[in-house]
């Protein structure tokens, strides 16, 4: 124990954290669990997505998934570092075996350099819940905190959050039954048998941490047995640990012993009872510092092929390990190695001797890895679709600002009454052709003007003066092109309504404007049909069908018709749509070569539909219809 008074004994300073404050009575402990719980489950959360954003990845290819499962684990081995860091910060004093010489650097800012391989099997005795995390911290030192595999117990697979994020990680889930665990570890380490693919994996020959209880049925085995007990450990079990070495021997080199003791632990006591979860990372009461002792054999001198002799030899280490745990209860401290060695190449080997570090990550924002793949998704999201919700906010503050206006349920009749309008003819009582059609204003049905209605808007519906006048629709020809003009017609409504095709087509010979009403009767939820106005002869064609929103004039200009010959002189008139008495058809109309009308009487409304052609020589007075 000379090496203890030797210069690489200097102790490092750690920066008081949370721990410190929590003892002073700074900060409450509701506080602190809030704290700690918030960043470890926001943080569990963001691998666990991350690794089903990766999962696609297995069907194309596989070693990109394992890749990215790697890259997961990076990020939980940085959350662990963290946490401990910030709520539950110590010391780490590491020391090593001359086997392992020049394995153990440290930094020149004082921090632990891990040169360890990177396929190896590690095992290690089982003080406390958290020896796996100080031990993931050792692989983040060598850069292996990625690729590290860990057998566990079935039972913590079924943990939420955690355990999905353990069997997306590829760890290995044993039920302590050997017949039924024997299939399933060998198919994972069959995958792990790749001699290029970086890993470590980690067991716990004794299976579970050290616990009065767990003390006893050791002690209870080993008197069954007739071997020796240990005093500051359980008896390994055996047959695991030599399977996997029996499967992976060809690929991995060596086998890597750790031997942990934690500062604080009086004798006859356990520190699992003193430092569990809750104590060091709610109580702020960590270990003050933490103890590790490595060595390494070579696996060609593990006698793997028979199981007792690899259970003498494994007990054989144990028994060495538990020594090296008296010796600390004594000292404080494990051996260390400070020797030299001359290499072939003229450099030299050393040992580290101690070396003391905190257990944090390098930098201070590596953190941020955790984080990473679910921000930037979230920030390809937003640069898609962030217009989204701000148009869905506007639209739903815009409906409850239109919804205020009602004032109450007899509005909404309002509504209905001032939805947008279909213009009819009433050709009842119809007796001569060429007679003015009383024009019928109605309302669409209650689904179409509820949907104008959600489409409008209260104040664009018609709620003002619901029960306006239509006026009718009157159209001028231009004198100059003979061609008519549009119509201008507003609705009673403030909704734009629909313009209204006049597509002139001129014939050299003009022939008598006939009416034509063909529409069978309809049912009250039917669309009225088409009421058509035909010159067969060369009239101009003017087509008005759909929605019509009509205005209202003092005078009704009527329907009249004329025979116009090809030297006729005069204008041929259109039908007027303001019109309110009845028509009179004729039974049949003979005059010109368009085809018979028939008259029919008491038939419903219908829509109107004008088709006609001018005469070139002459233009369009005063009442007909365009656009």
Not at 611 to 616: A, E, R
Request: charged residues 25%; glycine residues 8%; proline residues 7%.
């Amino acid at each position: 124990m000379a090496a203890a008074s030797g210069p690489n004994m200097a102790k490092v300073k750690t920066r008081p954290g949370p721990a410190t404050h929590i003892r002073n009575g700074e900060y409450s402990a509701a506080t602190r669990a809030l704290a700690l719980g918030s960043y470890f489950i926001s943080g569990c959360m963001a691998i666990n997505a991350s690794q089903f954003l990766g999962a696609p990845l297995y069907l194309i290819n596989e070693n990109w998934y394992n890749s990215w499962i790697a890259f997961t684990k990076q990020s939980w081995g940085l959350l662990t570092t963290s946490m401990t860091q910030c709520w539950a910060p110590t010391v780490v004093r590491v020391s090593g075996h001359k086997s392992i010489r020049g394995e153990l650097l440290r930094t020149i800012d004082g921090n632990l350099l891990s040169n360890f391989p990177e396929r190896m099997i590690l095992i290690a005795n089982h003080q406390i819940y958290t020896d796996w995390l100080y031990l993931w911290w050792i692989g983040y030192t060598n850069g292996m905190h990625g690729r590290i595999y860990v057998v566990l117990k079935e039972s913590l697979r079924r943990i939420p959050v955690i355990g999905w994020g353990m069997q997306f990680s590829q760890f290995i889930f044993l039920k302590r039954n050997w017949e039924a665990d024997k299939d399933q570890l060998a198919a994972h380490l069959q995958k792990l048998n790749d001699a290029v693919a970086p890993m470590w994996l980690m067991l716990f020959p004794e299976g579970t941490n050290l616990h009065p209880d767990t003390r006893k049925g050791s002690k209870k085995w080993a008197d069954k047995n007739k071997i020796p007990d240990m005093q500051h450990q359980l008896l390994p079990r055996s047959k695991g640990l030599q399977f996997c070495i029996q499967q992976l021997r060809r690929t991995v080199p060596y086998v890597y012993d750790c031997t942990i003791a934690y500062e604080g632990v009086p004798t006859g006591e356990y520190a699992s009872e003193i430092f569990t979860i809750n104590a060091a990372y709610f109580g702020g009461k960590p270990p003050k510092s933490v103890n590790m002792y490595w060595r390494r054999f070579d696996i060609w001198s593990i006698p793997v092929d028979n199981a007792r002799d690899f259970d003498n030899w494994l007990r054989a280490r144990w028994l060495e390990k538990d020594q090296l745990l008296d010796n600390y209860q004594k000292t404080g401290r494990f051996p260390a190695d400070t020797g030299v060695d001359e290499l072939p190449n003229g450099r030299t080997r050393r040992g580290a001797g101690y070396i003391e570090t905190e257990i944090k990550p390098n930098k201070w924002y590596e953190y941020l890895q955790i984080f990473a793949p679910v921000g930037m998704l979230a920030f390809v999201l937003y640069m898609f679709y962030g217009g989204l919700p701000k148009q869905f906010m506007k639209d739903v503050g815009q409906r409850a600002v239109e919804q205020s206006q009602l004032e109450g349920p007899e509005n909404l009749e309002q509504l209905i009454n001032s939805a947008p309008r279909i213009v009819e003819v009433d050709s009842t009582n119809a007796s001569t052709v060429g007679a003015p059609s009383r024009i019928k204003i109605t309302n669409q049905t209650p689904a179409a003007a509820k949907k104008a209605i959600k489409k409008l808007g209260p104040r664009q519906s018609g709620v003002r003066n619901p029960k306006s006048k239509a006026k009718s629709i009157s159209g001028q020809a231009d004198k100059t092109s003979g061609k008519p003009r549009k119509l201008n017609a507003k609705s009673v409504v403030d909704a734009k309504p629909p313009k209204l095709d006049a597509k002139p087509e001129v014939d050299a010979v003009s022939k008598p404007l006939q009416i034509s009403h063909s529409a069978t009767n309809r049912s009250a939820g039917e669309a009225p049909k088409k009421l058509e106005t035909k010159n067969e002869t060369n009239a101009s064609h003017v087509k008005v069908a759909g929605p019509t929103k009509l205005k209202s004039v003092s005078t009704p200009k009527k329907l009249s018709t004329r025979k116009v010959g090809s030297n006729a002189s005069g204008p041929q008139v259109a039908p007027n749509l303001g019109v309110k008495s009845p028509p009179k058809l004729a039974g049949k109309s003979t005059k010109g070569k368009g085809a018979p009308v028939d008259k029919k009487e008491n038939n419903p409304p219908k829509k109107l539909e004008i088709k006609s052609k001018p005469n070139d020589h002459h233009s369009m007075k005063q009442g007909m219809p365009s656009k």
